[in-house]
């Protein structure tokens, strides 16, 4: 008892991720909205790419993490700017999907959109598909259940309060 009474005020809850696995068979594809082109980004991409990332919260950089160096990188571009971005890392045989949205396009269907590009990309290249979020963030629960992704696991991380 008393152990558990120093671990509790010793620890405080600081975050907790749902951690998803998308079988293909559970698959859902989304096309983007009429006014925008999802495409595979390539180096030529760099500049948007590095414009799009400016303007991205510390947040938001890293809870979906992406960067033009990952294994597959798409964009949903309006006009000539990007305005989402998923990307996956690679751990063996997993396939861990990241995704932003710039905040004025958000509730459009772009997460879905690109998230479902690199899904596509996942399953043709037979991975394990992957997608991590906060719990708190409601646009990723909503993006993950529309493409297919059951919850395997909720990871709790704790902080040490002395």
Aim: charged share 25%; glycine share 6%.
């Amino acid at each position: 008892m008393a152990l558990a009474k120093l671990l509790h005020e010793s620890f405080s809850l600081w975050k907790k991720t749902s951690i998803k696995y998308l079988n293909p068979s559970n698959y859902v594809p989304y096309d983007p909205p009429m006014d925008f082109v999802v495409r595979r980004l390539n180096q030529g991409d760099r500049t948007a790419f590095y414009r799009f990332r400016n303007q991205c919260t510390r947040e938001d950089l890293a809870e979906g993490f992406v960067e033009l160096d990952h294994v597959v990188v798409f964009g949903a571009f309006y006009e000539e700017e990007i305005v989402a971005v998923s990307s996956i890392i690679e751990w063996d045989s997993i396939a861990d999907i990241g995704i932003i949205t710039m905040p004025d396009f958000r509730e459009l269907g772009l997460g879905k959109a690109i998230g479902s590009r690199a899904s596509e990309w996942a399953i043709v290249n037979k991975k394990l598909i992957q997608y991590r979020h906060d719990v708190l963030n409601y646009g990723s629960l909503k993006v993950s259940r529309a493409l297919g992704f059951r919850e395997y696991i909720l990871e709790q991380e704790y902080t040490y309060i002395g």
